[in-house]
């Protein structure tokens, strides 16, 4: 099993230094892709200034701790463009255009070769390092001690965060193997997605709980800032642990469905 690990680590690297390489020829796309999430970028930061120039209070949470989230919001988001949206996107062209018959004879996983091949740095950079700064400002705003304990912890929930990214968005997808368009399922995800601009118990409890457990986007920006602030229930810290597992068993179970149901473009 290590020695797997270790040969995937290695092929990954690679996919890695190959889309670096390749971004870096075009470095006008990297700027333009970085200048038009900057342009995002001060959007989401509208609810922060907002907050603070008015000074309110939404449900128990100041401006400093709104900072924390629109901070968390912002780096998973770059995080997904880094590594998973240009791979989600490009499926449906895999299974439209036949190019993933090339890919099935890879002596790799197909899973991992189809959505995990592209690292896109253009779109990423900016949001990363923004909410990084913003949970840093905010966090020691705030005069939260930093032990390394409460750091650990905190960048053990931002990957899980990202594993839990990958498989609850991955399976919006996977629908392409039936209907080839997904730019509808798409929309919804990504809109649903964006409910994370704010903290999720400014929504109602209904929503709280399909957000939760049903589609558990909150649980990928919440849960962070959340522990931080000491206000994750030790029945949520449990389930944060449980459901990366969960839906990562669900998303490749439906993956292997959605292969079985794939007809190659040679039959």
């Not at 390092?129 to 929930?157: C, E, K, N, Q, Y």
């Not at 968005?169 to 368009?181: A, C, G, K, N, R």
């Not at 990504?190 to 903290?199: E, G, K, S």
């Not at 920006?221 to 944060?240: C, E, G, I, Q, S």
């Amino acid at each position: 099993m290590l020695k797997t690990l270790k040969k995937y680590a290695l092929i990954y690297k690679v996919f890695v230094k190959n889309c670096f390489i390749a971004q870096m020829e075009y470095r006008i796309n990297f700027l333009f892709a970085n200048t038009i999430e900057i342009a995002y970028l001060f959007i989401k930061l509208l609810y922060v200034m907002v907050a603070f120039r008015v000074g309110v209070v939404i449900n128990g949470y100041t401006p400093d701790m709104m900072m924390m989230f629109v901070g968390s919001f912002t780096m998973m988001t770059g995080f997904y463009c880094l590594f998973f949206y240009s791979n989600f996107m490009n499926l449906s062209n895999h299974v439209r255009n036949g190019t993933l018959d090339l890919l099935i004879t890879k002596p790799v996983s197909l899973q991992f070769i189809a959505t995990l091949r592209n690292v896109d740095f253009g779109f990423s950079f900016t949001n990363v390092v923004a909410g990084a700064g913003m949970i840093i400002i905010a966090w020691s705003r705030m005069d939260i001690p930093v032990t390394p304990s409460r750091v650990l912890v905190f960048m053990l929930f931002i990957f899980l965060g990202i594993v839990l990214k990958y498989a609850i968005f991955l399976m919006p997808s996977l629908i392409s193997f039936w209907t080839v368009q997904t730019a509808a399922v798409n929309q919804m995800s990504t809109a649903i997605w964006d409910m994370n601009h704010v903290p999720m118990h400014i929504y109602g409890s209904s929503v709280r709980h399909v957000g939760t457990f049903l589609f558990p986007v909150f649980v990928i920006t919440n849960f962070p800032p959340l522990f931080v602030l000491d206000r994750l229930t030790w029945a949520h810290m449990v389930w944060f642990l449980i459901a990366p597992l969960l839906f990562l068993f669900l998303s490749r179970k439906l993956w292997n469905v959605a292969i079985r149901n794939y007809s190659s473009a040679s039959s």
